[in-house]
Nanobody, 124 residues
Framework: QVQLVESGGGLVQAGGSLRLSCVVS????????MGWFRQAPGKEREFVGA????????TYADSVKGRFTISRDNAKNAVYLQMNSLKPEDTAVYYC?????????????????WGQGTQVTVSS
């Protein structure tokens, strides 16, 4: 049974930083591309970024480019989202997800397995 568990969310002031973690169990983590998404109240789930299985390739939404960084540690079955220069509009529930295809997916429909999410709140 595949499980994805996010952690690291919380309340932070604008301009601050948070690091989210996602630990995967139940499958060979190092074979799969991973993505981060977020969903604010009343809005659709949106793409934040993705990383290839090896960590050699990443892609980001324009809204977070230059502020957020995705990395992974395959030995720990973990993927991370480092968020710097946070803004109130970054407030959302953040989800990690696993993709079974070889390319980096940009849409929720591209991902099969999902975590339960972790809340990030940025105060102004």
């Amino acid at each position: 049974q595949v499980q994805l568990v996010e952690s690291g969310g919380g309340l932070v002031q604008a301009g601050g930083s948070l690091r989210l973690s996602c630990v995967v169990s139940g499958r060979t983590f190092s074979r799969y591309n991973m993505g981060w998404f977020r969903q604010a109240p009343g809005k659709e789930r949106e793409f934040v970024g993705a990383i290839s299985w090896s960590g050699s390739s990443t892609t980001y939404a324009d809204s977070v480019k230059g502020r957020f960084t995705i990395s992974r540690d395959n030995a720990k079955n973990a993927v991370y989202l480092q968020m710097n220069s946070l803004k109130p509009e970054d407030t959302a529930v953040y989800y990690c997800a696993e993709r079974l295809e070889s390319d980096l997916g940009l849409y929720p429909r591209d991902y099969v397995y999902w975590g339960q999410g972790t809340q990030v709140t940025v105060s102004s």
